[in-house]
């Protein structure tokens, strides 16, 4: 796997999925926090008190051990419920991230 020529477009895509969601959500006026570093590509995307009420990207412990790429995670509980009802809304009607989700 490790010499598998797809590896390298697999994860370009993934991160250009990454990077085009927290675009998205910038655009829409929120505080964006990124997160690049040896364990994950992903972002917080952060309320108007600065408190992080999503996370969302590739955390690699999680894919290696359950095989899941992407993983997103409701951080402040106020927002909880508001929130994954939107993001259900736009996850299944974004078509520009779900064609890019598709990777390998």
Not at 16 to 30: N, R
Not at 36 to 52: A, V
Not at 80 to 88: D, G
Request: hydrophobic share 35%; charged share 20%; proline share 2%.
């Amino acid at each position: 796997m490790m010499f598998d020529s797809q590896v390298p477009s697999t994860l370009l895509k993934l991160y250009q999925a990454v990077d085009h969601t927290s675009t998205e959500f910038g655009k829409k006026g929120y505080t964006i926090s990124m997160a690049k570093n040896g364990g994950e590509y992903s972002f917080y995307l952060c309320n108007e008190h600065k408190e992080s009420i999503l996370y969302f990207g590739i955390w690699y412990a999680q894919w290696q051990k359950y095989g899941t790429r992407f993983g997103f995670r409701l951080t402040y509980p106020y927002w909880a419920t508001r929130q994954l009802n939107w993001l259900s809304r736009h996850v299944s009607n974004s078509r520009g991230t779900r064609n890019m989700i598709k990777a390998g």
